[in-house]
């Protein structure tokens, strides 16, 4: 059996699966699949209104997604892959209007941890993930946590242990000021220096 074949035989049956990152666990469907995505957000009890960020395996690829300025590629070449997630605008063609709920505007991270970079490169589409807890709850850090919180809810858990329990910082480069939604484990001051290079 090929590795990561169970995990993407449950992501092409509109299944959720949960794998270990640098920051925190995460969960994950293809980003292209509603029935998972709203099968997702009834898993996490998340409010609406509230977009997860599109996990890409290289920050090459990222332009097929998103748009990409300068800005955008001082801090791409600097910090991915890496605890960062990018808010750009999406290339409407390619990205749903339904995952950024109508927005226009998505988060783009590529992770460091390798397990995770490994297991998005073995798939077919990139995916759609929000860290591993129910609402307002604490992050999940290791695959047994994901199991003990979500039981049957999630249909492949990848074996494995996140980083921390830190998220990425969260920079937003969609419009013409660069705003820090979240200070991560890249501190704002690192942003705004590699920004000035």
């Known amino acids: ?13 509109h299944g959720i699966v ?10 994950g469907v293809y980003f292209d699949d509603k029935i998972a995505y709203e099968k997702l957000n009834a898993v996490k009890q998340r409010k609406p209104g ?3 960020t599109l996990m890409l395996y290289d920050p090459y690829v990222i332009s097929f997604y998103a748009e990409v300025d300068k800005r955008a ?3 791409i070449n600097k910090f991915m892959p890496g605890p960062i997630t ?4 999406v290339k409407n063609k390619v990205v749903p ?8 505007v998505i988060g783009i991270r590529v992770p460091q941890n390798k397990k995770a970079l490994d297991f998005l490169y073995n798939l077919d589409k990139p995916l759609l993930v929000p860290s591993a807890n129910r609402a307002d709850q ?3 850090i290791n695959s047994k946590e994901v199991k003990k919180v979500f039981g049957d809810d999630i249909d492949v858990v990848i074996r494995g242990k996140a980083g921390g329990s830190t998220p990425s910082t969260i920079v937003d480069l969609s419009g013409p000021d660069v705003k820090i939604v979240r200070i991560g484990l890249i501190p704002e001051e690192e942003i705004f220096k590699a920004l000035e290079e």
């Open 1 to 13: 059996m090929k590795r990561y074949q169970k995990a993407k035989l449950a992501l092409a049956s």
């Open 97 to 104: 209007k339904w995952v950024t709920n109508g927005t226009g």
């Open 138 to 140: 604490p992050p999940c």
């Open 18 to 27: 949960a794998f270990p990152t640098e920051t925190v666990m995460g969960l």
């Open 50 to 52: 509230k977009p997860y």
């Open 86 to 89: 990018l808010l750009l605008k």
């Open 73 to 75: 590629v001082k801090l």
